[in-house]
């Protein structure tokens, strides 16, 4: 099996706090990987790692057989990233946010406009960012991320503030991307519904640590061995997160 993205024992470490514990992930070339987790369980600083935005404490990772940090910039030419609440220049129009981006990543004008009709901002591309609603400006923050159909793609939280028309539009666009553009997309939300309806696979974290991954059989399978509901999977969501910090209260205790 072909690995676009793994990691080994990644940690990531603030003074007293270990934000990421030893995870290792596994992430399938080709796929959709839904990382889930509460707030702050450490999917956030987990993607900063792997876009080299903050350094490891311990560990290691790789993305398409290059690895950080001796291979940094190789890896942040194939990667597409959308991180936390996208910022843009206010005075500036979409497409000139994006156009700075491009020229950046030194692609042609068209790769502007193709990002802009995806995202379904074509006719709002002359409008000021500063005057966009916070559902534009995460379309906004996606049409970045896709600029040069990268085949790696690294989502955090991509719907949030879309109404259910845009969320609807955007989860079957993330959908198909692997099939239009053959990249691999890792992505986090905490709508595991959406997940639910287009991810190959899971990884769900809890505390900076790796509670499960695998395909949602095999998460259901995990949770029928267990006794936990499996009819959908925010349940087995809960139910896996309900038991760990259940267990960790109980460590605390002796």
């Known amino acids: 099996m072909e690995y676009m993205i793994t990691t080994k024992e990644l940690t990531k470490k603030y003074k007293h706090f270990t934000a990421v514990n030893d995870i290792s992930l596994h992430i399938r070339k080709g796929s959709i990987y839904g990382f889930l987790g509460p707030n702050g369980a450490g999917k956030s600083t987990t993607m900063k790692m792997l876009l080299g935005l903050t350094a490891p ?57 193709e990002s802009l009709e995806l995202v379904g901002l074509t006719e709002f591309s002359n409008r000021l960012a500063k005057k966009y609603s916070l559902g534009m400006k995460q379309r906004l923050g996606l049409a970045g991320a896709l600029l040069g159909k990268p085949p790696i793609l690294i989502l955090d939280e991509p719907t949030n503030g879309l109404d259910p028309s845009g969320i609807h539009e955007i989860r079957n666009l993330i959908k198909s991307l692997p099939a239009i553009y053959d990249c691999t997309v890792l992505i986090s939300s905490h709508m595991l519904s959406e997940i639910e309806l287009i991810a190959d696979d899971i990884g769900i974290l809890n505390h900076g640590r790796l509670l499960f991954e695998g395909s949602l059989d095999e998460l259901r399978q995990t949770a029928l061995e267990v006794g936990f509901a499996t009819d959908n999977l925010e349940d087995m969501f809960l139910s896996m997160i309900g038991k760990d910090n259940k267990s960790r209260k109980q460590r605390a205790k002796l």
């Open 57 to 113: 404490t311990n560990g290691k990772f790789s993305i398409d057989g290059k690895t950080f940090p001796n291979d940094r910039i190789s890896i942040l030419k194939e990667v597409g990233s959308f991180i936390e609440s996208p910022s843009f220049y206010p005075n500036l129009t979409g497409r000139e946010n994006l156009d700075i981006i491009r020229r950046i990543l030194e692609l042609p004008q068209s790769a502007v406009d």
